[in-house]
Structures are given as structure tokens and as C-alpha cells.
């Protein structure tokens, strides 16, 4: 399957503690991106970039939240000192430059106790 | 805040089409609309999208009215697989790179 992974799929953290989620966008697919989706509600836009440039960030990516993509191929979100705030799904999606869709991976569930 | 706006559920028995209503009366000119659903526990996935006239694929038809105030997302024939989340969005394609999600219509389909 070519599409867009996302690891790992689960993580059960303590609050205070440090995370990172990983994401490995469809091949050649220049532009990731990262939503944020709780309970009930649609998926959030938290930043994208374009190749390894970050191009935009929500304010909703606090400074406790980092994000990277050093080779323009996969990418990290950190989030330091987590609080229970911050549990939710983490998506990832990843489109070519200009393209009308956006292809998503599954996702990374984040439940802060 | 979201452009568009969808019932928060609605019910479809399996094997009948499902028409999936949108109302986007602040459009602009340069704004398509797109639909993506959401099966549970996986992300967003796109099903259609267009500026002004009808569009159709293997997934579903999309019906634009011609003020391009609203739309109706069209399944033909619906099977318990299309139990989902659907998210109507307006978004200039190669402007706007982020997308905006509203809440979406929750469509259950009945065996």
C-alpha cells in the first residue's frame, strides 16, 4: 500500500510527559500536511509544509508543539509537556503542488492521563 | 469558520440513493466545492469536487445550483460501507492549501 502512514497509531502518555508522532506522505507528494481532530468535531488545520519548508502554522500550534520535515519527505510533530488538552487524533495528509485533493493517513490517537 | 453548512445527521435505507444537502450562500467566484467523508476510525477521504457544473465519478455526483449557493452530493446506490462523516468544504484549489472542515453530516445508512 502506497498511501500515507502514520506511526504509531495509538499513544497512552502521562501529562508532562514528551511526544512524537511520525508521518511518511504518498512518494513525491511534495506537501504535508497536519490536522488535529477531537471528538465530534471536523479535523483542524495545525501547519503545512512544502517540501521541508514550513509554510504555515495555525494558532492553534501552540509553543509547545514543533514540527518538522528535514529531507521534504517525512515529517514529526513533537508536542512537549503534554497536557490533557492536547488528546485528540492526529492526522496527516499529503497532496502534490496545486493538486485539488488532499490524501490523508489513519491517523495517531493521543490520549494524555 | 466553516463556509458551509450541512445537517448534523440523516438516515438513508441501503440500495437508495443518498442526497447529501450543502448551503454555501457566501461562494466566491473562485471557490470550488469539495466533499470528503469520514469512515470511522480512518481519516478523510475525498470522494468529488467542482466550480459550476455537475460532476460525476465512480464514487458519487455532485449538483451545483446555478447561484452556486448550494449542492447536493449525490450516493446512487448506498451500502452500509458509505456509514460515514461527510464534509462539504469551499476552498480556492491553488490558493487555499489548508482545509477548513465544519462538522459535517453524519450519514447512517439502514439495512
Known amino acids: 500500500d502506497t498511501g500515507v502512514s502514520q506511526n504509531p497509531r495509538h499513544k497512552i502518555t502521562k501529562r508532562g510527559q514528551n511526544v512524537t508522532f511520525r508521518c511518511d506522505p504518498i512518494?513525491?507528494?511534495?506537501?504535508l500536511y497536519w490536522y488535529r481532530q477531537t471528538l465530534g468535531q471536523g479535523p483542524e488545520f495545525l501547519t503545512y509544509f512544502q517540501n521541508e519548508a514550513q509554510l504555515e502554522k495555525s494558532r492553534l500550534l501552540s509553543d509547545r508543539f514543533s514540527a518538522e520535515r528535514p529531507k521534504g519527505s517525512f515529517s514529526t510533530l513533537e508536542i512537549q509537556r503534554t497536557e490533557q488538552g492536547d488528546s485528540a487524533m492526529y492526522l496527516c495528509?499529503?497532496?502534490?503542488?496545486?493538486?485539488?485533493?488532499?490524501?490523508f493517513g489513519p491517523g495517531t490517537r493521543l490520549t494524555v492521563t | 469558520d466553516a463556509k458551509t453548512t450541512q445537517p448534523p445527521s440523516m438516515d438513508c435505507a441501503e440500495g437508495r440513493a443518498a442526497n447529501l444537502p450543502c448551503n454555501h450562500s457566501t461562494i466566491s467566484g473562485n471557490e470550488y466545492v469539495y466533499w470528503y467523508r469520514q469512515i470511522h476510525s480512518q481519516g478523510p477521504q475525498y470522494i468529488i469536487h467542482g466550480l459550476k457544473n455537475n460532476e460525476t465519478n465512480e464514487m458519487a455526483s455532485l449538483i451545483i445550483t446555478e447561484d452556486r449557493k448550494s449542492s447536493t452530493l449525490i450516493l446512487p446506490h448506498a451500502t452500509l460501507r458509505d456509514t460515514a462523516v461527510y464534509y462539504c468544504?469551499?476552498?480556492?484549489?491553488?490558493?487555499?492549501?489548508?482545509?477548513?472542515f465544519g462538522k459535517g453530516t453524519r450519514l447512517h445508512i439502514l439495512p
Open positions: 468544504i469551499v476552498r480556492v484549489a491553488s490558493r487555499d492549501d489548508k482545509i477548513i
Open positions: 512518494s513525491e507528494h511534495n506537501r
Open positions: 495528509a499529503s497532496s502534490v503542488s496545486l493538486a485539488y485533493e488532499q490524501y
